[in-house]
């Protein structure tokens, strides 16, 4: 683990996963390492009346209903999309639900406009077929055939990125559960490629990517539809925060605060843009920014760092709001004056009335944009 800059799930949560498989009495299908109901545990963590040993705590965040959907799917012989829009942890899910399903999630394929068909087929290492001709030997499996042989779970992240000539590809891998080698003799029947019981795929969409390489109507038949909204509860939205706060503190052995009033001011702030870019007439009105959870994580991470560095290892509100400035503006002179705007209307009165630490936010955030402009 300390060797890895990020370990997958099914590493880091390799003792919990064991512990769970020794105690898992329940049915599983086709080669699940774990049953639907110790899938749908392991994810969103334990209960007092689930009855176990040891409490296992909560990785992902939200409704109930999503994750047993997802797993249901998994169950069946149809694919897997979660779609929503970014920084809604579409692909965090994909991961824990392979880590826990098969142990191994680690098997993807990222979805850009580069992707060939032979990052989800095959391809052929040259010096070997220069040597001893096209063989099983000389081809290099995808990761999308590499689960298919192991009937495990293969990944897709950002499928509506992908090409509509890589998009058909998947659809046949989808509906006949085999890939046809041409290349090689098919006497001995080396040129088909069979799915093992337990190959499924998982698929990532994200929302406000539609047009630029919308699924047709063939692939989506092929896929259930998992949508995972927003994070707009506040209680909630604080949870996941904390949890990947936390993670970041042990990654970098920082001894560090959050003081839960800085956590509360910057919950606040994102559900105060949000709010803004909801009522905006136009784009222009709007950050270029989602405001998603992962974002809100980024502007916290950034800023801990920051004091951990160069500040006096405390977290202050002038350093978080320097962090979310920094982070949101990303267009100039449109975002610099959403912010500004904010600022001003917003957080300044907030501070005359409410005082605690968003006076010190207002001027962090004032120095931030001065800075930029």
Request: with cysteine.
């Amino acid at each position: 683990m300390s060797d890895l800059l990020r370990a997958p799930a099914e590493i880091k949560y390799a003792e919990e996963l064991d512990w769970l498989e020794s105690v898992d009495d329940g049915p599983k299908p086709f080669t699940w390492r774990l049953s639907p109901k110790m899938v749908r545990l392991f994810v969103l963590g334990s209960e007092r009346a689930d009855g176990l040993e040891r409490e296992i705590a909560p990785k992902w965040f939200g409704d109930r209903s999503f994750v047993e959907r997802s797993i249901v799917t998994l169950a069946s012989d149809r694919g897997l999309l979660l779609i929503g829009d970014p920084g809604t942890g579409k692909s965090w899910l994909a991961e824990l639900l392979s880590a826990a399903i098969c142990r191994n999630s680690t098997m993807v394929v990222q979805g850009t406009a580069g992707t060939t068909e032979d990052h989800i087929k095959y391809s052929w290492n040259v010096s070997q077929v220069i040597a001893a001709g096209q063989s099983r030997a000389s081809m290099i499996p995808s990761p999308i055939m590499t689960a298919m042989e192991a009937g495990a779970i293969g990944r897709f992240e950002e499928l509506t990125r992908a090409t509509s000539d890589v998009q058909d590809a998947l659809i046949s891998i989808l509906s006949e559960k085999y890939i046809s080698v041409p290349e090689l003799d098919g006497d001995d029947g080396e040129n088909i490629v069979f799915a093992k019981p337990g190959f499924s795929v998982i698929a990532t969409a994200n929302s406000r990517d539609r047009g630029v390489n919308d699924l047709s109507s063939a692939l989506k038949r092929r896929f259930n539809f998992v949508r995972i909204p927003v994070v707009t509860n506040k209680k909630s939205e604080a949870e996941i925060v904390r949890f990947r706060t936390e993670e970041l503190l042990r990654r970098h052995s920082i001894d560090l605060d959050v003081p839960p009033t800085l956590l509360d001011v910057l919950l606040q702030s994102f559900a105060d843009l949000r709010a803004s870019a909801a009522a905006a007439g136009s784009d222009d009105e709007k950050l270029e920014s989602a405001l998603s959870t992962a974002e809100q994580i980024g502007v916290l991470e950034d800023a801990i760092l920051h004091s951990t560095f160069f500040g006096e290892r405390t977290l202050t509100a002038h350093t978080l709001a320097g962090s979310l400035v920094g982070s949101l503006a990303r267009r100039e002179p449109e975002d610099l004056a959403i912010l500004n705007k904010y600022l001003h209307g917003v957080v300044e009165p907030r501070s005359k009335e409410h005082g605690g630490d968003w006076p010190e936010f207002l001027q962090g955030g004032r120095d931030a944009i001065a800075t930029l402009s």
